[in-house]
T-cell receptor, first 112, second 113 residues
Framework: ETGVTQTPRHLVMGMTNKKSLKCEQH?????MYWYKQSAKKPLELMFV???????ENNSVPSRFSPECPNSSHLFLHLHTLQPEDSALYLC???????????FGSGTRLTVV | AQKVTQAQTEISVVEKEDVTLDCVYE???????LFWYKQPPSGELVFLIR??????QNEISGRYSWNFQKSTSSFNFTITASQVVDSAVYFC??????????FGAGTTVTVRA
């Protein structure tokens, strides 16, 4: 078990569903990140939060909506996804921006 | 722009063999950090090493060693006497003066008993 916990581990959803991915860290870190890992592609940074403020939105479609209610929790709200959004979604945290990352185990998302 | 290239897609070895993973990076910045991460089948990315651009000393940690060569923009990783538990995807990554990690495509290492 790493210091960053992601739930659920696996998620299958239809294109019209709404679901949320959850990430939680109790490492006292101030920055949290969402990464997308698709098959045969490098990891892509999606969103960055520092002290609960969003500092990066890397041209991500609006069907992905992040939320950071406090420094320990990060959500990724999903709606009207496409099959090409199927991927492993990894959450990470770091003490501060630019510090060493601790990654969670990811949520394996399948859109049908 | 930053770029990390891991030319080897897959490597398969027999237990106890050594395996070297190549990593070549591109950046115009003089200050940067290089990383290696391991991703076992369970999915999480496990941090292995961080090296800053001003420290070209090679490093050894148990069966792992890293060779940083600024002249060739390479940061290669060697696993000595490989074991089945070393089977995973290994990622090289680059961070410049911000917080964004640029990852390579990864190398899948399979160690056969």
């Amino acid at each position: 078990e790493t210091g960053v916990t992601q739930t659920p581990r696996h998620l299958v959803m239809g294109m019209t569903n709404k679901k949320s991915l959850k990430c939680e860290q109790h490492l006292g870190h101030n920055a949290m990140y969402w990464y997308k890992q698709s098959a045969k592609k490098p990891l892509e940074l999606m969103f960055v939060y520092s002290l609960e403020e969003r500092v990066e939105n890397n041209s991500v479609p609006s069907r992905f909506s992040p939320e950071c209610p406090n420094s320990s929790h990060l959500f990724l709200h999903l709606h009207t996804l496409q099959p090409e959004d199927s991927a492993l979604y990894l959450c990470a945290s770091s003490q501060d921006l630019g510090g060493g990352y601790t990654f969670g185990s990811g949520t394996r998302l399948t859109v049908v | 722009a930053q770029k990390v290239t891991q030319a080897q897609t897959e490597i398969s070895v027999v237990e106890k063999e050594d395996v070297t993973l190549d990593c070549v990076y591109e950046t115009r910045d003089t200050t940067y950090y290089l990383f290696w991460y391991k991703q076992p089948p369970s999915g999480e990315l496990v941090f292995l090493i961080r090296r800053n651009s001003f420290d070209e000393q090679n490093e050894i940690s148990g069966r792992y060693s890293w060779n940083f060569q600024k002249s060739t923009s390479s940061f290669n990783f060697t696993i000595t006497a490989s074991q089945v538990v070393d089977s995973a995807v290994y990622f090289c990554a680059l961070m410049v003066d911000d917080y964004k990690l640029s990852f390579g495509a990864g190398t899948t290492v399979t160690v056969r008993a």
